[in-house]
């Protein structure tokens, strides 16, 4: 019995200590609800609610759209006094504020909406994620604004008259529905463009349309309302080609509206440019001519057997720190006055004796002299595109303005005269490649390990814009004939002289190029793009407005290219201006 009893004893105190036990887990826990339940309370008093959280927990995704972020911080920040922090990467709790783009939605509009812990800003393109910004922050009004789950709105932006902004900076904006390298036959394509003051859209008595069509060959002009502040272009083609259209801005009577910001001065009275392509990887350029390839043989076999006579080779200013600078000048072949000629630019280099990368840069037209380039780590030879000796080509001087009148026979014919161009031999082209050839032979000599050793033997690159970028792609193809070397890259943008046969099946002919002969076909840029290297990397950028280097010749070039490639085009982009257009990108490693 006293066993038991103590037993009994024993038990009676252990339900004591358990029943105290818990009493204390219950106090803990209430004051744990208590505590969530104030914490709940303060934050629920936060100005800006998402998806029930503060927005000061929340950051903006960091992307390219800087001006679109910062409307929308300051906002935040003159409503709630929250200074919002950017963010690189998407935390992984999703609170964040993102931006984004939807075809689905007209220019004159935005869309906010929550996505998870996401709250997203979205708009038409690129160019219009501003306004949605500014939008946005005509929704934080009140004490407090929540954008719940679920939460999904559409802001229509009322456009401001014309007459009221007509002193402001005017420009015409706008992309394609889908990037506008990938549309397929028979798919419709649409292009928004709007009017636009700063982050207002502008209504327009009329914009004037033109588009054309390469699959159909078809030009087609129309008038429509501009009430909305925008128009929509429908293109269509049921085959491989690119298809244009221009937007001007115009009056009740459809005159073009001066003050509205041209998208090519001095070429085009247009606000607008572009184009968009259809089936890409299915255009391509005609058969080269049979004997291209032996006939280049022979041209670089004649600049391969000149001796590489150095003119002048003398040090002038540097314009950069840290690099040395010279006059180079090189014998070779005739003047456009039948005199002796040269190959002449300006090398720069960098200062020392470690090892260097090579680059030559090519001039687009024009009778100026070259600049002069720096490029960290690399000896660049910038390239006169003309035969004549640079230190006494001074605008205003005898030598000047002897050789501007000489030039291909006569200003603005460089290439152009029918003198030169009845034969593939007296074509100016001709001896511009071979000086630029001669130019990549110095190089390789004067850097190599016959020369100073400082060249590290892999880095030869080429690169120039318009008729610069023809020259970079000739040269890089037809450097290993003269120089038992391989180009490792070539960088160009709005190419010249692609496709020039192209006109023949409906490809859009360029404003501004040589007339069309026999002889002008050897120095289409496309075929020497096929000749370049597998091993070398080719980056290609195209206007899409651009009427002198058309979209369908040059992406017929980066068609061309068999190694690695990108292609970077860009909307709303001529040959001369407008520049500021959305990138689209496309690349094969």
């Not at 030169?420 to 074509?427: A, G, K, Y």
């Not at 002198?548 to 290219?561: D, E, F, K």
């Amino acid at each position: 019995m006293p066993d038991l009893k103590k037993a009994f004893l024993l038990l009676l105190l252990l339900v004591l200590i358990c029943s105290l036990f818990a009493c204390g887990k219950t106090e803990e826990s209430d004051e744990t609800q208590n505590d969530q339940a104030e914490e709940e309370t303060n934050v629920q008093q936060e100005p800006i609610m998402i998806c029930g959280r503060p927005i000061s927990s929340y950051v903006v995704l960091k992307d390219d759209n800087t001006d679109a972020s910062s409307a929308l911080r300051s906002a935040v920040k003159n409503f709630s006094g929250v200074n919002l922090q950017r963010s690189k990467t998407a935390p992984e709790d999703g609170r964040m504020i993102r931006f984004e783009t939807d075809s689905r939605i007209s220019p004159a509009a935005c869309r906010i909406y929550t996505e998870g812990n996401t709250l997203v800003v979205a708009a038409y393109r690129a160019n219009f994620l501003k306004q949605a910004a500014t939008a946005f922050g005509t929704l934080l009004v009140g004490e407090q604004v929540r954008f719940d789950a679920g939460y999904d709105q559409t802001l229509t932006y009322t456009p401001v008259s014309y007459e009221s902004v007509k002193d402001s900076t005017l420009k015409l904006t706008g992309d394609s529905d889908k990037d506008p390298m990938t549309y397929t036959g028979g798919e419709t394509a649409v292009i928004h463009v709007a009017a636009v003051s700063g982050d207002q859209i502008v209504s327009v008595p009329k914009f004037k349309i033109v588009t054309y069509v390469e699959s159909t060959q078809k030009s087609d002009t129309t008038y429509v309302s501009g009430t909305k502040g925008y128009c929509s272009v429908t293109l269509k083609s049921k085959r491989a080609g690119v298809a244009y259209c221009t937007v001007t801005a115009c009056d009740a009577d459809g005159n073009a509206l001066n003050n509205f910001t041209l998208v090519e001065p001095g070429n085009s009275s247009s606000h607008y440019m572009s184009s968009v392509i259809f089936d890409m990887g299915s255009i391509s350029v005609a058969a080269r001519p049979d004997d291209y390839l032996s006939f280049w043989q022979g041209v670089t076999a004649e600049v391969r057997a000149m001796a590489i006579e150095i003119v002048s080779m003398e040090e002038i200013e540097s314009l950069q720190d840290g690099y040395k600078t010279y006059y180079v000048a090189l014998r070779c072949g005739t003047d456009d006055l039948g005199r002796p000629g040269v190959a002449a630019g300006y090398l720069s280099v960098p200062n020392g004796t470690g090892k260097i990368g090579l680059q030559l840069r090519f001039q687009s037209y024009g009778y100026d002299r070259p600049d002069r380039i720096y490029q960290s780590g690399t000896a660049t030879f910038s390239v006169c595109s003309h035969s004549v000796e640079l230190d006494k080509y001074v605008k205003g001087s005898d030598y000047y303005n002897e050789m501007y009148n000489s030039i291909a026979g006569g200003p603005g014919e460089p290439g152009f005269g029918q003198r030169t161009n009845i034969t593939r031999d007296t074509i100016y082209f001709k001896q511009m490649l071979m000086r630029d050839l001669l130019a990549v032979r110095f190089m390789v000599q004067y850097f190599g390990e016959s020369g100073n050793g400082r060249w590290n033997g892999v880095e030869l690159s080429f690169g120039g814009t318009s008729m610069g970028g023809f020259q970079s792609m000739a040269t890089a193809a037809l450097t290993p004939y003269v120089a038992d070397v391989v180009p490792s890259n070539v960088n160009v943008s709005i190419p010249w002289m692609c496709d020039l046969d192209g006109y023949n099946v409906g490809r859009k002919l360029s404003s501004f190029r040589p007339p069309r002969e026999s002889a002008t076909l050897y120095y289409d840029t496309v075929y020497f793009a096929a000749m370049i290297v597998e091993t070398c990397r080719v980056n290609i950028e195209c206007h899409l407005g651009d009427s002198i280097c058309p979209a369908s010749g040059v992406t017929t070039l980066y068609n061309a290219v068999r190694g690695p490639k990108k292609i970077t085009f860009v909307s709303n982009s001529t040959h001369g201006g407008g520049w500021d257009g959305t990138s689209f990108v496309l690349q094969n490693e």
